[in-house]
């Protein structure tokens, strides 16, 4: 009987490896995606999660702030603190670059959120500094610095490496008035009867990078608000 000993040629032996190649290629593909769908998803989500540790104080404090007048003469604090520039006889006082925000809640405390930027990314830091200017009847009172109360959100205090990159507060519907934003114009959005407090907040990860978050924080204490006496009020 004739043996056959006949195997596979060189050309199918290549066109083999091609096809093997091919299918390989198109497998990393696929496994490269899927990591980076799953790297955005985890960073996206790490980033929802510091920025709204901040936000949801800020909304808290900001929700409570009621129409008291602010009186820069009776807040002792350095000279470029921006609970005293600018903030004089304002309900809410916006610094002019954004990074600032002043106000009183209903427990007569005069609050600050500032954004204290350092030589690095590092080392900045979102302040809250508080102190009671009003007693329980909202008559004002006396008192001394040891009364001021801070606190500091740092990358410790945030959480999961995260520290706090940039922060910019601004009247929904008059956003153009801050120098930092001349050229920007609202996002649309229904302000209903009270008018609305925009945070924007970006916080950093040196291993997942930046992650913005926008709040809409109405003032329910200023319901039915006259534009110019809002003006007044909000700066």
Known sequence: MKQNNKGFTLVELMVCFVLLGILMVAAAQVISSSSQVYYFSKS???GIQASQIIATEVRGDLEDAVIMYIDKNAVKRPEDSPMLSGADGCAVYISGAGDAIT??????????YSLQKGESLEENVLTRSSVKIYDDFFNQKTY???DFNEKVFDSK?????????????YMFNNRNKNTYAANLSPTPMPTGDYPVIVLELTVNS?????YTCTEYIPLYNFYCIETDQLNKLVK
């Open 44 to 46: 996206t989500s790490y």
């Open 103 to 112: 106000f009183i809640n209903g427990k007569g405390e005069q609050i600050c």
């Open 206 to 210: 040196p291993q997942y990078g930046d």
């Open 144 to 146: 001394s610095t040891s």
């Open 157 to 169: 205090h945030v959480g999961m490496g995260y520290r706090v990159k940039e922060v910019k507060f």
